[in-house]
């Protein structure tokens, strides 16, 4: 109140205008409303130092002959008696107070007194009531009231008794309960109204329909009342308070008179008379009761207290009943939480079971749609956005944010894209499941315009287009519609942590899952091999008897009918007996190579210098045979593998080496490079740069390029079968599977018709 | 095959065996190996032990003496070479006639189950007939010359 602007500065209700409301200082308008009257009196003495212009009217004296002069020129003798001793006894600090009811002239007054700056202010306004007859008539409805209100309702369905319990009691045309939201914007959340009046249920406002200062003011007096919108406002006389030197803060006077702007805005609802009670929660203004009419009408002091009596009780039970329907909510979302867990864990396709049945993910946090992305696919259930829409806001959220739960009530602005669903999704909550994958859970809520329920109709062209269009409630209404614009509901703690709490379960069950899956994998492996196990035995029996079979027989008739068939006869039977053997070796190659990839190897710490001698050892016929010489540059070093194997593979290199030989000197080289060793500028050496590389090189008749990948593919051959010794063509590929198992790659390089060089790693890491 | 010191026996041979052709053929190479027991051919486990037990058909049969020697097959039809196997050797007096698993299969578990339960020797037939021959030829040399057979002292 210090820095209150001086005089000249202020806006009064001569030249407040919509462009300065929220300034207008609506505390000290220096008038008050004409239904009674307002004296400013000086204490101790009592003295009228200021007076409304309207005294004629209800006293029956003008100011002048009451300015300056002691109360006691219109109370009697034992009325300030008691007025004096009142003014001792109560604390009227601030705090306006029913002292007696008056009569003066003729007319019956209600006398409210309170102090305020130093000053004290006495302020009488028609009585109506005769007291003793309806005390108990209000005591029964407010009564009444609490008895109706039961302790499971919602916040709304309260709200809605009490609007037909204040309008029961009041006789309001029109009684709403007006909640604000958190930005100060109000929504009317219930409404009780008389015939042929219009509902304005459902209607938003802009938090600028009601000044700061006048919400300010609503937490100061709890209860406002307008009896008529036409009044002529009666001025104080003087404007200046004489005692503070400043106009009387009527901040607790209930004759009041509002500014120009509020009855502007009445007047255009059609409103004669109103009157507001404050709903106020933990020293916060929850929203109002604001009861119309449609003509005008006086609520009386008495009745007046009813209603602030409720307007306060009802406050209490507030703060009780919004926890009691957030802990709803709450328990509401543990128990599907619970209920969609137990589901996902029977169920074998999850994303099915979170939207497809009861309950789902919409019923654990309330939405318009929700979608479950996984890698591109999406499924949806509500109001979504399209698919491509979805998969483009995956990305975004995959590339753009790093938390792995998001959530926006305005997501256009930060995600401009959005603006294209804003209808279906201007608010995202969002959680990434597993990022890598896009598996994401989204959930849309729309702009709130969208899911707001129009009391009247929102199509009605309108009939005022003068400066007042404005203030009328459903051009509010567009203008609430202006500030929340791509805006959702906001998304509640709960519902957050909701959201997260599901993606922990949903990533456990999927790890369990994996690891199920994994354990059901290596038991179907496990079967599958000893299956193939037992194929490859079945195969070997049931395979080779009818092979064994005509073997047999060709012999047999070679032996027995040598008389009876011709040379070329016995050739082919011949040919076919030999060709059932060149079979049973093939048979026999495919069940190897089928066991080297499936039984365990011994691995152990070798000498693998020892390998190979042995190897040398076994293949020396024919080393020698061939007159091949065999080149050790050092000895091999010592390594961890399984021992029989490596021999195969040696055996098997050398093998090759010693067969695909056409040089009248030949030789073969068997060595290896240490790790870091090998200075070799080839890439595929340079690879293993820090492995053991094998070799076994010769001078052989090499191996075309385009065929350095195939030799190793099982049975394949580049030359004729009887070129080079035959063989089953299974050699390479055992050999290579062998060195896979080791964890070792194996590869050939060649110089054709120059020689050969067969690499081989074991346990090998590929520089990368 | 017989020299004065031996005492004549009443040698025969219970080939075990399914396969039409594997028998002719063994027909065939006992014929070339000139072996000159009974050689007694049943096709499954069933008939095996009614033939070694004289029931079932075997019952209206004059009784003959137990074989020296069983040649068995292991995939058989119905009861398997492998509960055959069993099965002799869990009786008390089939027990002492010798088994040779004579088969196609040489899966390790095969040859192991094999001698576990019993069996005297395991061959396996290959994709050779001149090896065969060769093979049963020195099995027969084993089992008729060079061991002795309980089959020796029954006159």
């Not at chain 1, 007194?113 to 109506?128: C, D, F, N, T």
């Not at chain 1, 302790?151 to 709403?176: I, K, P, Y």
């Not at chain 1, 593998?641 to 068997?670: F, H, M, P, Q, T």
Request: hydrophobic share 35%.
């Amino acid at each position: 109140m210090d820095n209150e602007p001086s005089l000249e500065s202020l806006i009064t209700s001569d030249n407040v205008d919509l462009t300065n409301c929220d300034r207008e200082p609506i505390h000290i308008p220096g008038n008050i409303q004409p239904h009674g009257v307002l004296l400013v009196l000086k204490e101790p003495e009592l003295t009228i130092i200021q007076i409304s212009s309207n005294s004629y009217q209800h006293l029956g004296l003008h100011p002048t002959e009451l300015l300056n002069k002691p109360i006691s020129v219109i109370l009697k003798k034992n009325q300030l008696n008691y007025l004096q001793a009142s003014l001792k006894r109560e604390n009227y600090e601030n705090n306006p107070l029913y002292i007696f009811t008056l009569k003066v002239q003729g007319q019956v007054f209600d006398s409210l007194v309170h102090r305020i700056h130093g000053v004290l202010v006495l302020e009488l306004e028609p009585s109506k009531f005769v007291k003793a007859g309806n005390s108990p008539d209000l005591y029964n409805h407010v009564k009444s009231m609490f008895s109706s209100l039961s302790s499971n309702m919602t916040v709304r369905e309260f709200c809605q008794v009490v609007t037909e319990h204040v309008q029961n009691l009041t006789g309001f045309d029109r009684v709403v309960v007006y909640k604000f939201d958190d930005e100060g914007r109000g929504e009317v959340l219930a409404e009780s109204i008389g015939e042929g009046i219009s509902s304005f249920l459902g209607l938003h406002y802009p938090a600028s329909d009601i000044p700061k200062q006048a919400r300010a003011l609503y937490m100061l007096n709890w209860l406002r009342l307008i009896c008529n919108v036409d009044y002529t406002p009666a001025p104080l006389t003087p404007i200046l308070n004489p005692v503070t030197a400043k106009p009387l803060d009527m901040s607790y006077s209930v004759l009041r008179s509002v500014s120009p702007i509020h009855i502007e805005y009445l007047k255009n609802m059609g409103v004669k008379a109103s009157m507001s009670i404050s709903l106020i929660q933990n020293n916060h203004l929850w929203g109002l009761i604001a009861c119309h009419h449609e003509s005008p009408k006086f609520v009386p002091y008495e009745l007046r207290t009813a209603c602030e009596l409720m307007g306060q009780i009802i406050s209490l039970q507030l703060s009780t009943r919004e926890e009691n329907e957030d802990f709803e909510y709450r328990l509401q979302i543990k128990e599907v939480h619970a209920r969609l867990i137990e589901q996902l864990s029977m169920q074998e396709n999850y994303i099915d079971r979170l939207l497809n049945y009861n309950p789902n993910l919409s019923n654990l946090i309330n939405a318009g749609g929700v979608a479950v992305c996984l890698d591109g696919s999406i499924s949806k259930l509500g109001e979504t956005p399209d698919n491509a829409q979805i998969a483009k806001l995956v990305n975004w959220l995959s590339d753009s944010v790093t938390d792995d739960i998001f959530s926006s009530n305005c997501l256009s602005k930060e995600y401009s894209e959005a603006q294209k669903f804003k209808d279906i999704s201007s608010g995202l909550l969002s959680v990434a499941i597993v990022r890598s994958q896009k598996h994401f859970i989204l959930w849309f809520r729309p702009e709130i315009i969208q899911t707001v329920n129009w009391g009247g109709n929102p199509n009605k062209p309108m009939e005022i287009s003068d400066d007042g269009e404005r203030l009328l409630p459903r051009k509010s209404f567009e203008l609430w519609k202006e500030t929340v614009q791509l805006t959702s509901q906001p998304w509640l703690d709960c519902e957050i942590n909701a959201a997260r709490e599901l993606k922990d379960a949903i990533v456990n069950i999927i790890l369990l899952r994996q690891a199920n899956e994994l354990a059901r994998l290596n038991r179907d492996l496990e079967q599958s091999n000893i299956e193939l196990d037992a194929f490859s035995y079945i195969a070997s029996h049931d395979l080779k008897e009818p092979l064994r079979g005509m073997h047999n027989y060709s012999n047999i008739l070679l032996a027995d009918y040598a008389n009876q068939i011709d040379q070329d006869g016995k050739d082919k039977l011949k040919t076919l007996a030999r060709l059932t053997q060149r079979m049973e070796g093939l048979l026999d190659s495919l069940l190897y190579f089928s066991r080297v990839g499936r039984i365990d190897f011994s691995v152990s710490v070798i000498n693998l210098d020892e390998v190979v001698h042995q190897t040398l050892d076994i293949l020396s016929a024919r080393l020698e045979q061939d007159k091949v010489e065999v080149r050790l540059p050092r000895p091999l070093p010592i390594i961890k593998c399984d021992k029989v194997r490596l021999g195969e593979v040696y055996n098997n290199l050398i093998s090759n080496a010693i067969k695909y030989n056409n040089k009248l000197k030949k030789w073969i080289e068997i060595g290896y490079f240490a790790p870091g060793e090998q200075t070799n500028s080839n890439q595929k050496l340079a690879d293993y740069d820090n492995s053991y590389i094998f070799y076994v090189k010769d001078n052989g008749i090499g191996i075309r390029a385009k065929h350095l990948e195939s030799i190793f593919q099982i049975f394949k051959r580049l030359h004729a079968r009887d070129q080079f010794g035959g063989g089953t063509g299974a050699g390479l590929t055992i050999t290579k599977k062998i060195i896979e198992r080791h964890g070792g790659e194996i590869w050939a390089e060649s110089e054709f018709g120059e020689g050969s060089t067969f690499y081989f790693t074991l346990h090998s890491r590929k520089l990368k | 095959m017989y020299t004065d010191e031996v005492i004549p026996t009443h040698h025969s041979i219970l080939l075990i065996e399914d396969s039409e052709e594997d028998y002719q053929t063994i027909l065939w190479v006992f014929k070339k190996l000139a072996v000159s027991y009974p050689v007694y051919r049943v096709v499954d486990g069933e008939e095996a032990l009614d033939f070694l037990n004289h029931n079932g058909k075997y019952s209206s049969q004059p009784r003959l003496p137990p074989p020296s020697i069983i040649l068995l097959d292991l995939n058989l039809p119905g009861t398997d070479g492998r509960d055959i196997l069993y099965s002799l050797k869990q009786d008390e007096k089939l027990k002492l006639i010798p088994v040779i698993v004579l088969t196609t299969t040489n899966s390790p578990k095969d040859v192991e189950t094999c001698y576990r339960n019993g069996a005297n020797s395991y061959i396996l037939k290959p994709v050779n007939l001149e090896r065969f021959l060769q093979m049963l030829k020195i099995l027969l040399e084993y089992w008729f010359e060079t061991t002795i057979l309980l089959g020796d002292f029954v006159i």
